[in-house]
Structure formats: C-alpha cells, structure tokens
C-alpha cells in the first residue's frame, strides 16, 4: 500500500488542511494534482491567511 499524505499549511505555518491519496489506484501526483485536492477557496481559520504551500509525505 502507498500513500501520499499532503498537509497545507498556510504563510503563518498553521495546518489547515489534510489530504491522503491512495497512489495504487493514481499513479503519481503532480505539482497541479495536490492542488486541486485543497478545497477551493480554502482560508486559514486562525489568521484568515490565503496563502498556502503544502508538504507531502509518503506512507
Ligand atoms: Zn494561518
């Protein structure tokens, strides 16, 4: 089993987000794929923050 867990994390390194996907049934993820796993329009609850980068981590 492989699995990709991308974490978004807003410009004042709050995690706001969790996504994992199952890669056995993806193939691989790209840039544009993590994307648009975060929600649209998505927004820092603590800081209100629009800015996001994201971490990915392999299971
Ligand atoms: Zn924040």
């Known amino acids: 089993m492989r699995k990709l867990t991308v ?3 807003c ?3 709050h995690a706001v987000e969790s ?3 199952d890669l056995t049934s ?4 790209t840039s ?3 994307w648009e796993l975060q929600t649209k329009d998505c927004q820092c609850k ?5 800015i996001f980068t994201y971490h ?3 299971k």
Request: glycine residues 8%.
């Open 7 to 9: 974490t978004f994390v």
């Open 11 to 13: 410009e004042n390194r």
């Open 19 to 21: 996504v994992t996907v």
């Open 26 to 29: 993806r193939g691989e993820v």
């Open 32 to 34: 544009d794929d993590i």
């Open 46 to 50: 603590k800081c209100g923050s629009k």
């Open 56 to 58: 990915t981590r392999y």
